[in-house]
């Protein structure tokens, strides 16, 4: 069992540190629950709503979007090139790292 670090930028500019572990299967948008920041995720995970919509500010090479992540982008605001749904990326060791902040809602 391994753990990632994740580095988030809420909407009001506030950095957060956060711990995922690899093991669990979760994706970004479940870790941003747990640590009780401002993400819905009303669709459970299935890129049907852009309420985990967040942008990638690091360098990690990322799985590139499906079309169903790319069809509900096209539909959300505030989308920017680095834009990704927390939801369609995974826990892995390759994202350890990762930076991303809260899109707009």
Request: charged letters at 30%; aromatic letters at 4%.
């Amino acid at each position: 069992m391994s753990d990632v670090t994740i580095t988030v930028i809420d909407r009001e500019e506030k950095e957060h540190i956060l711990e995922a572990p690899t093991d669990m299967n979760m994706n970004l948008m479940e870790v941003f629950k747990a640590y009780e920041l401002p993400v819905e995720g009303t669709c459970g995970g299935m890129a049907l709503c852009s309420t985990c919509h967040c942008y990638v500010l690091s360098e990690h090479e990322l799985p590139k979007a499906t079309d169903d992540e790319e069809d509900m982008l096209d539909q959300a605001f505030f989308v920017e090139e680095n834009s990704r749904l927390g939801c369609q990326l995974k826990i892995a060791d390759e994202i350890d790292g990762l930076k991303v902040k809260l899109a707009p809602v």
